[in-house]
T-cell receptor, first 114, second 111 residues
Framework: EPEVTQTPSHQVTQMGQEVILRCVPISNHLYFYWYRQILGQKVEFLVSFYNNEISEKSEIFDDQFSVERPDGSNFTLKIRSTKLEDSAMYFC????????????FGPGTRLTVL | SQQGEEDPQALSIQEGENATMNCSYKTSINNLQWYRQNSGRGLVHLILIRSNEREKHSGRLRVTLDTSKKSSSLLITASRAADTASYFCVPQEAGSYQLTFGKGTKLSVIP
């Protein structure tokens, strides 16, 4: 069964460093998303992406964040200058054009900012 | 976008029993979805029910939707230890693909 994959599973970085989290969505999906979950808290929406542009974003998704689909398979989330409060689990999700509402999630990348 | 409010916050049952979780929301929706999360891992889509549907089944899952009361329920029949997880209802408004998660119901199924 096709699934969303994410790499790395765990990333440790120093405050102020740039990080890129990578996702490979399911191959025939056209909608892509990033969510995050700070330890012990709710899952929060960050951004949705369709047709090579951002379609929705939350207040969390400020100028420090960017997303890109650099080729036909990868979808990346970049944090330019990490802060301690960026430490969280980051989930990528994707959905089809036919059923954009049903989102398929990856296993997540745990980001630890020291 | 709005989040669902799940009730109860925690539920503990014996394996083989049925588990019922409830959800309330505030404004009109296009559909309502239920997701499961095992212990901080990725979320798994369980079922989607549209605003013009009242009941939907998928395997051991039964979901109801009452738009007049702005509420939904998820029933898991013949529960298994593997059903131990947090369950979230996600009401979704028309035109938005953003999912807003609440605190969920933490289900523990005791073998």
């Amino acid at each position: 069964e096709p699934e969303v994959t994410q790499t790395p599973s765990h990333q440790v970085t120093q405050m102020g460093q740039e990080v890129i989290l990578r996702c490979v969505p399911i191959s025939n999906h056209l909608y892509f998303y990033w969510y995050r979950q700070i330890l012990g808290q709710k899952v929060e929406f960050l951004v949705s992406f369709y047709n090579n542009e951002i379609s929705e974003k939350s207040e969390i998704f400020d100028d420090q964040f960017s997303v890109e689909r650099p080729d036909g398979s990868n979808f990346t989330l970049k944090i330019r200058s990490t802060k301690l409060e960026d430490s969280a689990m980051y989930f990528c999700a994707s959905s089809t054009q036919g059923s954009p509402d049903e989102q398929f999630f990856g296993p997540g990348t745990r980001l630890t900012v020291l | 976008s709005q989040q669902g409010e799940e009730d109860p916050q925690a539920l503990s049952i014996q394996e083989g029993e049925n588990a019922t979780m409830n959800c309330s929301y505030k404004t009109s929706i296009n559909n309502l979805q239920w997701y499961r999360q095992n212990s901080g891992r990725g979320l798994v889509h369980l079922i989607l029910i549209r605003s013009n549907e009242r009941e939907k089944h998928s395997g051991r899952l039964r979901v109801t939707l009452d738009t007049s009361k702005k509420s939904s329920s998820l029933l898991i029949t013949a529960s298994r230890a593997a059903d131990t997880a947090s369950y979230f209802c996600v009401p979704q408004e028309a035109g938005s693909y953003q999912l807003t998660f609440g605190k969920g119901t933490k289900l523990s199924v005791i073998p």
